[in-house]
């Protein structure tokens, strides 16, 4: 059982930087993936960061040269988000997963919010 917690969403304007935080808890062992999510309303929960243990990174094509996913550890991960859009209003959910799995384990969420 892998339990996350996040932080650090917010209200900010447009062009402005927020850094969300994740804190994951519980036995992580073995190959595995920590990283974000996002759900607009109305939309689809899609992508925006992951890294794996070994630190590969993979990012949503929405965010790339935005957004930085960095792992500090087996349990923390952070994401730095730049040049904030409106369209990046979403809740944004930790996730973790291991690489021999689909079982998904999901944080309670964060609201961004960028307003224009």
């Known amino acids: 059982q892998v339990r996350l917690k996040e932080s650090g969403g917010g209200l900010v304007q447009a062009g402005e930087s927020l850094r969300l935080s994740c804190e994951a808890s519980?036995?992580?062992?073995?190959?595995?993936?920590l990283g974000w999510y996002r759900e607009a309303p109305g939309k689809e929960r899609e992508l925006v960061a992951t890294?794996?243990?070994?630190?590969?990174v993979n990012y949503g094509d929405s965010v790339k040269g935005r957004f930085t996913i960095s792992r500090a550890n087996a349990y923390t991960v952070y994401l730095q988000m730049n040049s904030l859009e409106p369209e990046d209003t979403a809740v944004y959910y930790c996730?973790?997963?291991?690489?021999?799995?689909?079982?998904?384990?999901w944080g309670p969420g964060t609201q961004v919010t960028v307003s224009s």
């Open positions: 519980g036995s992580i062992f073995e190959e595995n993936f």
């Open positions: 890294a794996t243990n070994g630190g590969q």
């Open positions: 996730s973790f997963r291991y690489m021999v799995t689909p079982l998904q384990y």
